[in-house]
């Protein structure tokens, strides 16, 4: 069983940053962060595996950057250049069910934290 318990969301102006991190219980290969924007549909963002493959969606390549600490069980999401595009709700996620090609945002993942919301103004 995994465990999932996003922390770190908040309000901040555009242009800002901010940090995002997931602790996590149980062992999976694969864990990412997806996200719902108001009036939209959950959309994954960024996802790693235990090997260090990393992928980001297109609409946070560049500004969005994803790490894992293996030794505090601990999945992080650095955001910077916030936009208020990115107002919505955060999830942790993780993956049980794939392998190495499964672990990308465009694939399921099986267990999720309770999200964290995050407020972009302008």
């Known amino acids: 069983q995994v465990h999932l318990a996003e922390s770190g969301g908040g309000s901040v102006q555009a242009g800002g940053s901010l940090t995002l991190s997931c602790a996590a219980s149980?062992?999976?290969?694969?864990l990412g962060w997806f996200r719902q924007l108001p009036g939209k549909e959950r959309e994954g963002i960024a996802t790693?595996?235990?090997?260090?493959?990393?992928e980001y969606a297109d609409s946070v390549k560049g500004r969005f950057t994803i790490s894992l600490d293996k030794a505090l069980h601990t999945l992080v999401l650095q955001m910077t250049s916030l936009e208020p595009e990115d107002t919505g709700t955060y999830y942790c996620v993780a993956q049980t069910w794939g392998g190495t090609g499964y672990c990308r945002p465009r694939y399921g993942f099986d267990f999720w934290g309770k999200g964290t919301n995050v407020s972009i103004s302008s």
């Open positions: 790693i595996d235990r090997d260090g493959r990393i």
């Open positions: 149980g062992y999976t290969y694969c």
